[in-house]
């Protein structure tokens, strides 16, 4: 028996407020599609505008690969007897008003994340601590945007009863746009940092910005919140929500004590809860994770998994490529690749794991510039400066533009010898030139926006010593 979840041509249409122009309202879909390339047998391929590129051009392509037909806004790109076709104003629109439909028939719970850092990784390790009990979806890689969203909550058609999803942004109203498609009922918040500061005039912006997901709470609303970032904290004033909240040493609901951080082995830590306390080894680097695995931990009680079966789950989970992955090579370097992406107090943090590591050899730091931090770019560079410098790094190796030179020369003005910092304008030259300055015992983190592609520095050291 198939439990999929059937959707018809005729509910897609009611649900996106379309006009079939073209087949049966009985026709059941497959799955929708915005890649021709990628789609299966029997999707409705929906074309997509964007900056730059438009679906409507690759119609016939998807129809050639066995698309069922196409959710348009322009109707003559079907062609002239399209077997299927659903015309609407907005196609975007419509993929994010038929995941809605997806995700109220589904009968999922939603556990939705939001947070300047630390989305990707507490989605991992929430869905971990909630699959001993539950049938649990979560959302490929980092699909948290206007069009990401939708194509996960489209897959609730295999009914899970829980759905752990992302939500990002990098302008106001996007979380709110998103929340009214997920309309979760469990709402994490990470925390705030400096993140998309480009685009935003402060922080304190950015922390409205993410207070989005607040929007429509009701008193059967559960929001888990960081109880150790104060404007988190201060936005929840007057939300009718029940708040559960976290934090490591704190004043929380669910908190860590005794930890220890032991460098690239992780953390233990004792975790404290309103249903008893646990004790947990996370292989995640730094305090950040442990946060992560706090939010988890809360998420899992409030949904009544027994916290020591949460406490188990959450130790599984390894750190993925580019998110604090370790790379034990064959000439003695340990490399951690956290290459994925970086902002000001995430690179900071990655630093003083590197620092308290108990192993020794020296320290190698290669940091990529970090991006969308608009006029704060340089400060904050030259603040991660200084911090690698107390950090006691023993060689820097600085990728990009002028907030990385920056990094590097507030670095030497704090103690760090002017030999052992390294600039280079991109990646590829800094994977070529630290090949040989590499020697046994180093321990190198290497950390970057994705723009600057950092991953290139890990992928070469790799291939060197593997």
Not at 226 to 235: F, G, P, T
Not at 253 to 272: I, S
Request: charged share 20%; with cysteine; glycine share 10%.
């Amino acid at each position: 028996m198939d439990e999929r979840l059937p959707l018809t041509l005729g509910n897609l249409a009611r649900a996106v407020d379309g006009r079939l122009c073209a087949g049966e309202p009985s026709i059941v879909v497959r799955g929708l599609s915005i890649d021709s390339r990628s789609l299966n047998a029997g999707d409705l391929f929906v074309a997509i505008r964007g900056d730059r590129f438009d679906g409507h051009t690759f119609v016939a392509d998807a129809l050639a690969r066995g698309a069922l037909g196409a959710l348009v806004s322009d109707e003559t790109a079907l062609g002239p007897s399209p077997a299927v076709g659903l015309v609407v104003e907005d196609t975007l629109r419509a993929l994010q008003m038929a995941s809605r439909y997806v995700r109220r028939a589904s009968g999922a719970t939603v556990v939705a994340i939001t947070g300047s850092a630390g989305k990707t990784t507490t989605k991992e390790l929430t869905a971990a601590a909630l699959t001993s009990s539950y049938k649990v979806f979560r959302s490929r890689g980092n699909l948290n945007n206007q069009i990401g969203l939708p194509l996960s909550l489209l897959e609730l058609r295999d009914r899970p009863e829980i759905a752990v999803v992302e939500l990002g942004m990098n302008a106001p109203g996007e979380i709110s746009r998103l929340i009214t498609l997920a309309e979760p009922e469990l709402r994490v918040w990470t925390n705030v940092a400096e993140v998309h500061s480009a685009f935003f005039p402060s922080i304190e912006a950015i922390a409205d910005a993410k207070a989005e997901i607040l929007d429509g709470a009701t008193a059967e609303t559960v929001v888990v919140a960081n109880a150790d970032d104060a404007r988190v904290m201060a936005r929840l004033a007057g939300v009718p929500a029940r708040v559960a909240t976290f934090g490591v040493g704190g004043d929380a609901d669910v908190t860590a004590t005794e930890v220890e951080e032991r460098g690239l082995d992780g953390t233990r830590a004792l975790v404290q809860t309103p249903v008893g306390p646990a004790r947990v080894t996370t292989p995640l680097l730094g305090r950040g994770n442990l946060a992560n695995v706090l939010a988890a931990m809360t998420v899992a009680i409030q949904l009544q998994v027994p916290v020591a079966v949460a406490a188990e789950r959450v130790a599984m989970v390894a750190a993925p490529p580019g998110r604090g992955q370790i790379h034990r090579l064959s000439n003695g370097v340990v490399v951690v690749d956290d290459s994925y992406n970086a902002n000001p107090t995430a690179v900071n943090a990655a630093v003083l794991t590197l620092a308290r590591d108990r192993r020794e050899g020296r320290r190698v730091a290669v940091l990529g510039e970090m991006l969308e931090l608009g006029r704060r770019a340089t400060p904050l560079h030259v603040e991660t400066g200084r911090a690698v410098a107390s950090a006691g790094v023993g060689l820097l190796v600085t990728v990009g533009g002028e907030p990385a030179r920056a990094l590097g020369q507030a670095a030497i003005e704090a103690g760090l010898g002017s030999a052992d910092v390294l600039h280079c304008e991109d990646s590829e030259s800094a994977a070529t030139r630290l090949g040989p300055l590499v020697r046994e015992g180093d321990l190198v983190l290497v950390k970057g926006s994705r723009g600057v592609r950092t991953e290139t520095v890990v992928a070469r050291l790799v291939e060197e010593w593997t």
